[in-house]
């Protein structure tokens, strides 16, 4: 009797499970590697418009009245967009103190959730 060359179920299965096993292993390592990057681009979103910030109040002695007067200003090319929502529409925008001109004293993150740190996003 003659066998023709092939594989059988059980060889298929075998290397299907061992193709899951390792997937297994390095998904979540992915999605946390990922999560870790958006994090620290928004970070650094956050820092380059504080810093825009405050280079305009240092020229100008107030705050701009809206974000986008950063980038009509040229203090920013562009508003960097939301790593965790990914919109640069999201941004919520906190008023400064009474007394003080302008409407935007700083910026805050609008996704909802919290970091691998377990703070809210909302509050960086």
């Known amino acids: 009797m003659?066998?023709?060359a092939?594989?059988?179920?059980?060889?298929?299965i075998v290397v299907m499970v061992i193709v899951a096993l390792l997937a297994s292993i390095v998904a979540p390592k992915y999605i946390r590697n990922s999560e870790r990057?958006?994090?620290?681009?928004?970070k650094e979103n956050l820092f380059v418009m504080r810093d825009a910030l405050q280079k305009y109040y240092g020229d100008k002695n107030e705050y701009p009245a809206e974000l986008t007067d950063l980038v009509t200003k040229k203090y920013l090319r562009k508003?960097?967009?939301?790593?965790m929502t990914e919109n640069d529409k999201t941004w919520k925008v906190i008023s400064p103190?009474?007394?003080i001109k302008g409407n935007v004293y700083d910026v805050r993150s609008g996704?909802?959730?919290?970091?691998?740190d377990g703070t809210?996003?909302?509050?960086?």
Not at 37 to 42: Q, S
Not at 111 to 116: I, K, L, P, R, S
Not at 120 to 124: G, I, V
Request: hydrophobic share 40%.
């Open 37 to 42: 990057a958006k994090e620290t681009v928004l």
């Open 97 to 99: 103190e009474a007394g």
């Open 111 to 116: 996704a909802t959730g919290n970091a691998a």
């Open 2 to 4: 003659k066998y023709k």
């Open 120 to 124: 809210p996003y909302s509050e960086w």
């Open 79 to 83: 508003i960097p967009i939301d790593p």
């Open 6 to 12: 092939g594989f059988t179920l059980i060889e298929l």
